[in-house]
């Protein structure tokens, strides 16, 4: 048996930035399976990655952050972002994609973190995308 299939485990899934390039048609149906299991409880590690530890393409990281930004508000589900190096595309991305909606963003990190907090006024790693404070997340 797999870890992701004991009793009691919940999972995430996405497509790092690192591997956007690799994100593709049928890993975009692959996710969309995953993302169906009742385990699921968010979809992350995503967003952009602009740092010298990252060769792939700025705009092909953009596509993908925005088709997994829409899968998530398709399911309703909470997203773990990754942001790094670039704090202004992401924030207009989420805002593009997003725009008021009411979801979940945890673990807001790297350069991404101080301007998240200063945006949302959060000092937690848990905040709504529409600047709320998220409790017990």
């Known amino acids: 048996m797999r870890l992701e299939e004991e009793s ?3 999972v ?3 497509c790092h930035p690192h591997f956007a390039d690799t994100f593709d048609l049928g890993h975009k149906l692959v ?3 995953l993302l169906s299991r009742r385990n699921v409880v968010g979809l992350g590690e995503i967003g ?3 740092s010298m530890k990252n060769g792939v393409n700025m705009e092909i990281q953009k596509g993908t952050f925005k088709v ?3 899968m998530a508000l398709e399911r309703k589900l909470p997203i773990c972002l990754h ?3 670039a704090t202004e595309d992401g924030f207009t991305i989420l805002e593009q994609v997003l725009l008021k909606q009411d979801v979940l963003v945890s673990n807001p990190s790297f350069s991404c973190r101080s301007q998240f907090q200063k945006t949302t006024g959060s000092t937690s790693t848990a905040s709504t995308a529409a600047g709320k404070t998220a409790r017990g997340g």
């Open 8 to 10: 009691g485990v919940n």
């Open 12 to 14: 995430i899934y996405g």
């Open 31 to 33: 996710l969309s399976g």
């Open 48 to 50: 952009l990655d602009y």
């Open 68 to 70: 997994q930004l829409r």
């Open 83 to 85: 942001i790094r190096d």
